[in-house]
């Protein structure tokens, strides 16, 4: 592996949409799947378990140093568009969506605008089963591959992909290609439903902070954002993180906030939705922390 590509130590901060988080024990950008591989047999070889990072859009990341490596899937290599059918496409993991959506824009494929507005990677959207508006990724979705260092490239049909509100078996697996079957549709169309939902979303959401988008799932016929503005979260502060005063499910940094700010706030909102309103709040970000064994 050329040694530009294995940079050491990197802080996550740089390449989380958060801003936080310390520096994994080792880092790694593979341009291609013999790089991957590379990458795979150097954590084995030097026992080091792995997370995969894709657009960090979703992710609070621990400070400090952090006991595992990171397999970052974003270089070119992994970043391509491949039209296989009519409106059948292949792209690689680490494609943006909105270069993909722009894509879809231009070709005139419609089936994916609701995900306007929406940072990160398709692989990192098909993990955690990212969505807005009603849909999500998995009704586009048709399979994805995945690299095992023993069993190669291996194939997985959307049916298996255990896909449910904001969630996936995938956690973990470094997702490296995605097959999304969509439909034609004006290029004109296109542009202007997503355009509507972009601005729909902005009219909700802090867009321009430095956020990990929403913080809570939404419980069962609730709102986790009204839950938390009924509780007066709006606004409130510990340390450099604020609750965005735009929207009480979000968590902005907007001080060089650390992992215990957020932690810290993540902990006070939980307990009064429980105290005062009796909702029991489930995290919808993923923690990366020193100790959490999810990836
Ligand atoms: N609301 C409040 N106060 C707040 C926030 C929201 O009263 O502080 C109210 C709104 O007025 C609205 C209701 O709560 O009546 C729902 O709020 P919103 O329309 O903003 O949607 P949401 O349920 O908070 C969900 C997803 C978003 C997705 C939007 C649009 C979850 C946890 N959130 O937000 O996804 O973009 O719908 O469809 O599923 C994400 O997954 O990170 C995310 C942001």
Same mark, same amino acid.
């Given at each position: 592996?050329?040694?530009? /590509?294995?940079?050491?130590?990197?802080?996550?901060? &740089?390449?989380?949409?958060?801003?936080?988080?310390?520096?994994?024990?080792?880092?790694?950008?593979?341009?291609?799947?013999?790089?991957?591989?590379?990458?795979?047999?150097?954590?084995?070889?030097?026992?080091?378990? *792995?997370? @995969?990072?894709?657009?960090? #859009?979703?992710?609070?990341?621990?400070?400090? $140093?952090?006991?595992?490596?990171?397999?970052? @899937?974003?270089?070119?290599? *992994?970043?391509?568009?491949?039209?296989?059918? $009519?409106?059948?496409?292949? @792209?690689?993991?680490?494609?943006?969506?909105?270069?993909?959506?722009?894509?879809?824009? &231009?070709?005139?494929?419609?089936?994916?605008? *609701?995900?306007?507005?929406?940072?990160?990677?398709?692989?990192?959207?098909?993990?955690?089963?990212?969505?807005?508006?009603?849909?999500?990724?998995?009704?586009?979705?048709?399979?994805?591959?995945?690299?095992?260092?023993?069993?190669?490239?291996?194939?997985?049909?959307?049916?298996?992909?255990?896909?449910?509100?904001?969630?996936?078996?995938?956690?973990? !697996?470094?997702?490296?290609?995605?097959?999304?079957?969509?439909?034609? &549709?004006?290029?004109?169309?296109?542009?202007?439903?997503? /355009?509507?939902?972009?601005?729909?979303?902005?009219? &909700?959401?802090?867009?321009?902070? /430095?956020?990990?988008?929403?913080?809570?799932?939404?419980?069962?016929?609730?709102?986790?954002?009204?839950?938390?503005?009924?509780?007066?979260?709006?606004?409130?502060?510990?340390?450099?993180?604020?609750?965005?005063?735009?929207?009480?499910? *979000?968590?902005?940094?907007?001080?060089?906030?650390?992992?215990?700010?957020?932690?810290?706030?993540?902990?006070?909102?939980?307990?009064?939705?429980?105290?005062? !309103?009796?909702?029991?709040?489930?995290?919808?970000?993923?923690?990366? #922390?020193?100790? #959490?064994?999810?990836?």
């Amino acid at each position: 592996m050329k040694q530009t /590509r294995t940079q050491d130590p990197v802080a996550l901060k &740089r390449l989380t949409t958060f801003h936080i988080g310390g520096q994994p024990l080792l880092y790694v950008r593979p341009e291609n799947y013999i790089e991957l591989r590379a990458s795979l047999s150097l954590c084995r070889r030097r026992n080091l378990p *792995f997370r @995969v990072l894709g657009g960090g #859009s979703n992710l609070l990341v621990g400070d400090g $140093p952090l006991p595992f490596a990171v397999i970052h @899937v974003c270089a070119p290599g *992994f970043a391509w568009i491949k039209r296989i059918g $009519p409106a059948t496409m292949k @792209v690689g993991a680490g494609i943006r969506m909105r270069r993909l959506l722009r894509y879809c824009e &231009r070709e005139g494929l419609g089936g994916l605008e *609701f995900m306007a507005g929406i940072p990160g990677t398709i692989a990192g959207a098909l993990v955690g089963n990212a969505g807005a508006w009603g849909r999500s990724m998995g009704q586009v979705i048709r399979r994805a591959w995945r690299f095992d260092d023993e069993l190669g490239k291996v194939e997985t049909p959307v049916e298996d992909m255990g896909l449910g509100y904001r969630t996936s078996r995938l956690g973990g !697996l470094i997702i490296t290609e995605v097959e999304i079957e969509l439909e034609p &549709r004006s290029p004109e169309l296109v542009a202007r439903m997503a /355009r509507r939902y972009a601005i729909e979303k902005a009219r &909700r959401h802090p867009m321009n902070a /430095r956020s990990a988008g929403c913080v809570f799932k939404n419980p069962p016929g609730l709102s986790a954002g009204k839950v938390l503005d009924i509780c007066g979260f709006k606004g409130v502060r510990v340390g450099g993180a604020q609750v965005s005063p735009v929207h009480a499910n *979000f968590i902005c940094n907007i001080a060089d906030a650390s992992e215990e700010d957020v932690l810290q706030l993540i902990d006070r909102m939980r307990r009064k939705a429980h105290d005062v !309103l009796g909702v029991d709040l489930e995290l919808e970000i993923k923690h990366w #922390s020193p100790e #959490s064994k999810v990836a």
